[in-house]
C-alpha cells in the first residue's frame, strides 16, 4: 500500500482546509485509516480515523472542528478541517492498517504517506 498526502498550506486562523490522502497498491487489504499529525518539537499525535464501515474517532481537540472521510472506492481519505487555530500548524501524516487475518493469527501493519505542511496563521 502506498499512500500520498496532499492540501497543505498557509491559512489564516478561523479558515478552512481541505487534505487529501491518495492510497494505491492493494487498498482492498486496508482495514482502517487515520490522520496523525506533528508539530515541531512534538511526537506524532492522533488526529482522526476512520474505519471500512465509516465508523470515525476524533481526538477531543479536533472533535466538532475536523471532519475524516473516504471515497466510494475507498482509496482516498480526506480531513476536513474548519475553524483552524495557530495550534493546528503541524505536518499531517495519513496512515493505513492492513489486517492480515489467517487460521494462526492476525496481524496488522502499518503504512505511512509522506506527510504535508499545514501552517495556521494568526
Known amino acids: 500500500v502506498q499512500l500520498q498526502a496532499f492540501g497543505g498550506g498557509l491559512v489564516q486562523a478561523g479558515g478552512s482546509l481541505r487534505l487529501a490522502c491518495a492510497a494505491s497498491?492493494?487498498?482492498?487489504?486496508?482495514?482502517?485509516m487515520a490522520w496523525y499529525r506533528q508539530a515541531p518539537g512534538k511526537q506524532r499525535e492522533l488526529v482522526a480515523t476512520?474505519?471500512?464501515?465509516?465508523?470515525?474517532n476524533y481526538a477531543d481537540s479536533m472533535q466538532g472542528r475536523f471532519t475524516i472521510s473516504r471515497n466510494g472506492a475507498q482509496n482516498t481519505m480526506f480531513l476536513q478541517m474548519n475553524n483552524l487555530r495557530p495550534e493546528d500548524t503541524a505536518v499531517y501524516y495519513c496512515?493505513?492498517?492492513?489486517?492480515?487475518?489467517?487460521?494462526?493469527?492476525?496481524?496488522?501493519?502499518?503504512?505511512w504517506g509522506q506527510g504535508t505542511q499545514l501552517t495556521v496563521s494568526s
Open positions: 497498491g492493494r487498498v482492498v487489504d486496508i482495514d482502517r
Open positions: 476512520i474505519t471500512n464501515s465509516g465508523a470515525t
Open positions: 496512515n493505513a492498517i492492513v489486517k492480515v487475518v489467517t487460521i494462526e493469527s492476525t496481524q496488522e501493519f502499518d503504512y
